[in-house]
C-alpha cells in the first residue's frame, strides 16, 4: 500500500515508536524488505539515493518495481518510497516519477539558499500530496559522495527550516553515516530536545541509525524522533551472509551457483536485521 510518509510519522510520533527507512538497492532489498514488514505488520519507508536510483535503472525503474512487487506480495501496510538526500534537481525528478516521499537535502548550500529551495521543493510536494524532509547541519559521514563530520545543527535555523511546512526534520545531532567510529561520542541529545522544542513537534529522522546503541535509540525516539535510516548494516550482513556461502564451497556444490541460491543467505540475513530493527524501534504491528 503505496502512501506519503507523513500520515504514518504523525502516528508514530503521537504514540512513541519509530517507522524504519531501510534503503533499497535492488530487487533483493526490495522484495525481502516489503516481505518482512507485511510479516510483521510494520509500516516502512523505503529509501532510494540518487545513487541507488541510477544503478537500478532511473526512479521510474523504481517505482515500477515497488509497485509490481507491492501487488505480488499482497502487502498491506502502509509503504513509502523515499527519496534520500535528494539534490534539488534530482528532488523534482523522483517527484515526476511518483515518489511518495521526498527528501531535499540543502544542508551543503548557505542557510538561505537551503530555505529558499525547501521552500520551492514543499510547494511542488504539496501540489501532489508527497511528504517532505529538510535537514540543517550535515550528517557525518558519506553519502553518495557528500560528506559531513557530524556537525551539531542550529535550533534556531531548525526552527525556520520547519516553518516552510516540511513534515519530518533532520538535524545533525553527532549522528553518521557508515560504521561509527572508536571514538564516537554519542548522540546530543540536549541539542535534539531543543531541536524538537524549535520546530514546534515536528517528527524528526536519525539518519546514519546503523551502530547507534540501543538505548540511545530508544531515548532518542522518546524525544520525538519517529523515523530511524537504515543502511549500511543491511550492506554488511548481506555481504558477509554471501562470502560464508561462496568460502564453503556451497555455490560449487550442484545448482549452488545459481543467483537464486547464492543470494538466499544474503536475504536471511537481511530479513533479521530488518526484523531486529523493526522491534527495536516499536513499530512492529504499528500498520
Not at 503505496?2 to 531501510?22: C, D, F, P, T
Not at 523505503?46 to 525503474?61: D, H, I, N, R
Not at 564516537?184 to 517528527?203: M, Y
Given at each position: ?30 522484495k525481502t524488505v516489503l516481505q518482512t514488514v507485511n510479516e510483521l505488520k510494520s509500516p516502512v519507508i ?16 523504481v517505482m515500477a518495481l515497488v509497485k509490481a512487487l507491492d501487488e505480488f506480495y499482497n502487502v498491506t ?205 516499536g513499530s512492529k504491528n504499528k500498520a
Open positions: 500500500m503505496l502512501v506519503s510518509a507523513k500520515e504514518m510519522l504523525i502516528k508514530a510520533h503521537k504514540e512513541g515508536y519509530g517507522v524504519a527507512q531501510i534503503n533499497i538497492n535492488n530487487l533483493e532489498w526490495t523505503l529509501g532510494v539515493s540518487e545513487g541507488a536510483a541510477k544503478y537500478m535503472g532511473g526512479f521510474k525503474t501496510v502502509p509503504v513509502a518510497v523515499h527519496l534520500d538526500h535528494g539534490t534539488y534537481e534530482g528532488s523534482f525528478k523522483a517527484l515526476e516519477a511518483g515518489f511518495t516521499s521526498i527528501m531535499f537535502d540543502g544542508s551543503h548550500y548557505d542557510f538561505e539558499e537551503n530555505l529558499a529551495k525547501t521552500k520551492e521543493v514543499v510547494a511542488a510536494c504539496y501540489a501532489k500530496g508527497v511528504s517532505v524532509e529538510a535537514e540543517v547541519g550535515s550528517i557525518g559521514g558519506e553519502e553518495d559522495g557528500v560528506i559531513g563530520m557530524g556537525e551539531i545543527a542550529d535550533p534556531e535555523e531548525c526552527r525556520k527550516i520547519a516553518e516552510t511546512g516540511v513534515d519530518m526534520f533532520a538535524a545533525g545531532i553527532g549522528n553518521i553515516h557508515g560504521s561509527y567510529p572508536a571514538n564516537w561520542k554519542g548522540l546530543n541529545f540536549d541539542v535534539l530536545k531543543q531541536v524538537q522544542e524549535a520546530t514546534g513537534g515536528i517528527p524528526l529522522v536519525l539518519h546514519g541509525g546503523t551502530g547507534i546503541p540501543a538505548d540511545q535509540v530508544k531515548k532518542a525516539i522518546s524525544l520525538g524522533v519517529s523515523k530511524i535510516n537504515v543502511n549500511t548494516e543491511l550492506q554488511l550482513e548481506f555481504a558477509a551472509a554471501t562470502r560464508k556461502y561462496i568460502e564453503e564451497g556451497k555455490d560449487l556444490q550442484g545448482k549452488g551457483f545459481d543467483p537464486r541460491k547464492l543470494l538466499a543467505p544474503g536475504c536471511d540475513a537481511m530479513k533479521r536485521v530488518v526484523t531486529e530493527k523493526i522491534e527495536m524501534f
